[in-house]
T-cell receptor
Framework: SAVISQKPSRDICQRGTSLTIQCQVD?????MFWYRQQPGQSLTLIAT?????????ESGFVIDKFPISRPNLTFSTLTVSNMSPEDSSIYLC??????????FGPGTRLTVT | GDSVTQMEGPVTLSEEAFLTINCTYT??????LFWYVQYPGEGLQLLLK?????DKGSNKGFEATYRKETTSFHLEKGSVQVSDSAVYFC????????????FGTGTSLTVIP
């Protein structure tokens, strides 16, 4: 398994502002993933972040809205830009340790007012 | 495309009742199948997995068998406890990508004493 931490655990933000979410893993991993879980919904993959290359975004998600950094093999950030109430969700990072199992962080609960 | 269809909830059971949560999938090739659990206020935890047909994944009294003939991966537990109250997600990882996960919509389980 992997120990994954996220910061902040929750936040309440005003519309039009941006929030950067951090994801820290206890060991080096090649691939990290960012998901969104809207209230009462399942998980939707936002993007895949590999160290040393630009993130790969899924359909419906763009870099200008959700810029991602991956400066090393244990850390990644996701920024939610120019927020609106529709961005209120839980944002989760996950990693694949090479065994085709994804391990998830505890999530960041974002409320946009 | 690849997808997972999961039994809708919510499900309410009395303690010690038998639990079944249905999950069927659509995929090409030979995907890996997973059940994740999300306890209130927490991130997703891997509950069990199966990587090939007829494999049975098991953990904490939960079981699921990979049935290729019926494209199913139903989750079962013989005697649920109050502490099993959570949201359960069925997920699929296609064999040809290695990292992309597809999640079902989740099934909320409440166990009452």
């Amino acid at each position: 398994s992997a120990v994954i931490s996220q910061k902040p655990s929750r936040d309440i933000c005003q519309r039009g502002t941006s929030l950067t979410i951090q994801c820290q893993v206890d060991s080096q991993v090649t691939m990290m993933f960012w998901y969104r879980q809207q209230p009462g919904q399942s998980l939707t993959l936002i993007a895949t972040a590999n160290q040393g290359s630009e993130a790969t975004y899924e359909s419906g998600f763009v870099i200008d809205k959700f810029p991602i950094s991956r400066p090393n093999l244990t850390f990644s950030t996701l920024t939610v830009s120019n927020m609106s109430p529709e961005d209120s969700s839980i944002y989760l990072c996950s990693v694949d340790r090479g065994s085709n199992e994804q391990y998830f962080g505890p999530g960041t609960r974002l409320t946009v007012t | 495309g690849d997808s997972v269809t999961q039994m809708e909830g919510p499900v309410t059971l009395s303690e010690e009742a038998f639990l079944t949560i249905n999950c069927t999938y659509t995929a090409t090739g030979y995907p890996s199948l997973f059940w994740y659990v999300q306890y209130p206020g927490e991130g997703l935890q891997l509950l069990l997995k199966a990587t090939k047909a007829d494999d049975k994944g098991s953990n904490k009294g939960f079981e699921a068998t990979y049935r290729k003939e019926t494209t199913s991966f139903h989750l079962e537990k013989g005697s649920v406890q109050v502490s099993d109250s959570a949201v359960y997600f069925c997920a699929l990882s296609p064999s040809n990508t290695g990292n992309q996960f597809y999640f079902g919509t989740g099934t909320s389980l409440t166990v009452i004493p």
